[in-house]
């Protein structure tokens, strides 16, 4: 059970071969960053870096200084493999080499 001063919050994240969220429970002042390495998914993962992975709260991303609230989920983004735009171009001039219908031309 949650109290006054105690937040319940998850923190998320997820590789292509495992998905974790964890549930803590934090002081109502923590921030973002206190929540993410009081969860230990740090120790868990160690490929995360927080000054280089992007952090968000249901999917907005937030800085890791805004504070957390009751029953936030706190998700740790990867970073991305390939920039979408440049992935969506491609697939788009491989269709319209191939002649495919309805593929409107950049």
């Known amino acids: 059970m949650v109290n006054d001063r105690?937040?319940?919050?998850e923190v998320a994240y997820?590789?292509?071969?495992?998905?974790v969220i964890l549930e803590i429970r934090v002081a109502r002042d923590?921030?973002?960053?206190?929540?993410v390495r009081a969860s230990g998914i740090l120790e868990r993962?160690?490929?995360?870096?927080?000054?280089t992975n992007k952090v968000g709260i249901f999917g907005?991303?937030?800085?890791l200084t805004?504070?957390?609230r009751n029953q936030d989920?706190?998700?740790?983004?990867?970073p991305l493999l390939a920039d979408p735009k440049?992935?969506?171009?491609?697939?788009?001039?491989?269709?319209?080499?191939k002649g495919v219908k309805g593929v409107i031309q950049p």
Do not use: W
Request: proline share 6%; hydrophobic share 40%.
């Open 86 to 97: 440049q992935t969506r171009r491609q697939r788009a001039a491989k269709h319209i080499s």
């Open 60 to 63: 907005k991303l937030t800085p």
């Open 45 to 51: 993962f160690p490929e995360i870096d927080l000054r």
């Open 14 to 19: 997820a590789r292509p071969d495992e998905q």
């Open 73 to 78: 989920r706190v998700e740790i983004y990867r």
């Open 66 to 68: 805004a504070r957390v």
């Open 6 to 9: 105690m937040l319940l919050v």
């Open 30 to 35: 923590t921030t973002i960053e206190q929540a």
